[in-house]
């Protein structure tokens, strides 16, 4: 009944519906392994919201002291964790990030080198502003940092990655992306290998700065591909069942061919003459 299962038409079809399903649940795993990772991230920034703040060389690896070198880069662990970092702020070096976005609206947001006691420095981000009245072209009102000493309480960034072009306008350095090692080359100190995002300070931040709030992961977007690759993996192979089937119990024109012509060559075949019997 399932013989026309082992013709070169079958075998192909199945053939190809095994390759599409293996292709499929490996991206199924794919996404999963997405999944986890994004899931992870976001458990760190929940533990982080609750845990106490660490010194800053506690989490990140001291600078050499190379001017214009910047730190080892740290684990990927070691990111949303919250220090807390002493020092005086440097404004002669302050970086302008551009097009960053918080609460849907595009702004910049503000790095200031804080300046500790040993000599090496920490890039802060210190908060968004809006862009200037005068366009993206302009530079904005950047709101002073305070003189003196600080003690700032953050969350460890990792460096970002594909720095483009950086620019000297004013007194600031402007950028796209704070890319620390890129950033470090600019300034006159050793710098640790990532940045802190503020959230409190001492003195007290400008209130004209917006805080930058944590970037959790949509991991569930990853978990949602998961469970669609996979149904596509098992309704492949359900499909290729239920065409089987159906050619069995109803067999397609060119298979109905097929049989009716091997039928009628075997009647046409010339008949063996039959002995008599002795």
Known sequence: MYRFLLTPRWLGLAALTLVMAGVMVLLGNWQLDRYRTRSAINDRIDAAAEAAPAPLPAVLPAPTGTAGAPGPAPPATAAWSRVQISGRYDPSHEILARSRTVAGRVGIEVVT???????????????????????????????PAPAGDVTVVGRVHLSESRPGPLDHRERFITVRRIAVPQLAAELPYPVYGAYVMLDSQTPAADPALVPVPSRRENAWQNGGYVVQWWLLAGLTLVGYVWLARREAREPSDFDSAVRDLADENATRLPQAPVSPAV
């Open 113 to 143: 080198p804080l300046v500790l006691a040993d000599g090496s420095a920490v890039l802060v981000d210190r908060g968004w502003i809006p862009p200037a009245p005068g366009g993206a072209a302009a530079i904005p009102e950047v709101p």
